[in-house]
């Protein structure tokens, strides 16, 4: 089958977008914001948490989410990485394991947003448009790191916008120091590690 790339591509697109779909519905009928469900009255909140299962692990409360994002992630994923850029040019292989392993980074920021949505009830959570935009910074490491992956220079601007973003929300929010530390070092480190290359960049 000669377009079974452009089917790899498609069936992860469309799994992605079933996904998304899937996790904005559970967000809208089950994560009211703070003054509805404080109108909740004991047995009320007590039911409910138990029909969103709200007191389970994060797996099983987005399993059907997970289910189908993470092969729509990987087939999508695939399609980019088999594909050949449109100028063939040889890359290291030390160069390869260190977008390989941006990517796979940027896809656990991305899932640490996405799965810690503020419980209704909860005290002290993150705030719901915080994790939101800590999941798409995420996501945007992710699809920099694969267009460099085809050698476009956009994707190494892109990695760094998003990851200074992501190092400001890590500090501002508290999360933790180290992980700021690491994040503005992928920053700095991967246009010296590019910079030999840089001439190779379209």
Same mark, same amino acid.
């Given at each position: 089958?000669? %377009?079974? @790339?452009?089917? !790899?591509?498609?069936?992860?697109? /469309?799994?992605?977008?079933?996904?998304?779909?899937?996790?904005?519905?559970?967000?809208?009928?089950?994560?009211?914001?703070?003054?509805?469900?404080?109108?909740?009255?004991?047995?009320?909140?007590?039911?409910?948490?138990?029909?969103?299962?709200?007191?389970?692990?994060?797996?099983?409360?987005?399993?059907?989410? /997970?289910?189908?994002?993470?092969?729509?992630?990987?087939?999508?994923?695939?399609?980019?990485?088999?594909?050949? #850029?449109?100028? =063939? =040019?040889?890359?290291?292989?030390? !160069? %390869?394991? &260190?977008?390989?392993?941006?990517?796979?980074?940027?896809?656990?920021?991305?899932?640490?947003? !996405?799965? %810690?949505? #503020? $419980? #209704?009830?909860?005290?002290?959570? #993150?705030?719901?448009?915080?994790?939101?935009?800590?999941?798409?910074?995420?996501f945007l490491c992710y699809l920099a790191a694969l267009a460099l992956w085809h050698? @476009?220079?956009?994707? !190494? *601007?892109?990695?760094?916008?998003?990851?200074?973003?992501?190092?400001?929300?890590?500090?501002?929010?508290? =999360?933790?120091?180290? *992980?700021?530390?690491? $994040?503005?070092?992928?920053?700095?480190? &991967?246009?010296?590690? /590019?910079?030999?290359?840089?001439? =190779?960049?379209?």
């Open positions: 089958m000669k %377009n079974w @790339k452009i089917l !790899l591509l498609l069936s992860g697109i /469309l799994l992605l977008v079933a996904a998304v779909g899937v996790y904005a519905a559970r967000i809208v009928s089950c994560y009211p914001s703070a003054s509805i469900y404080s109108q909740f009255s004991a047995e009320q909140a007590q039911g409910f948490r138990g029909a969103c299962q709200l007191d389970s692990s994060v797996i099983i409360q987005f399993s059907n989410f /997970l289910f189908l994002f993470i092969p729509g992630l990987i087939l999508f994923s695939i399609y980019w990485l088999i594909t050949r #850029p449109r100028v =063939k =040019k040889r890359r290291a292989g030390q !160069l %390869n394991g &260190l977008l390989l392993l941006l990517m796979f980074d940027s896809l656990l920021v991305m899932f640490f947003g !996405l799965l %810690n949505y #503020p $419980i #209704p009830g909860a005290a002290n959570g #993150p705030a719901a448009w915080a994790v939101e935009a800590i999941a798409a910074l995420g050698w @476009k220079r956009w994707g !190494l *601007l892109l990695f760094q916008g998003a990851s200074i973003v992501l190092a400001v929300f890590t500090l501002i929010g508290g =999360k933790s120091l180290i *992980l700021a530390v690491v $994040i503005i070092a992928g920053v700095i480190g &991967l246009p010296l590690v /590019l910079r030999p290359l840089r001439n =190779k960049l379209e």
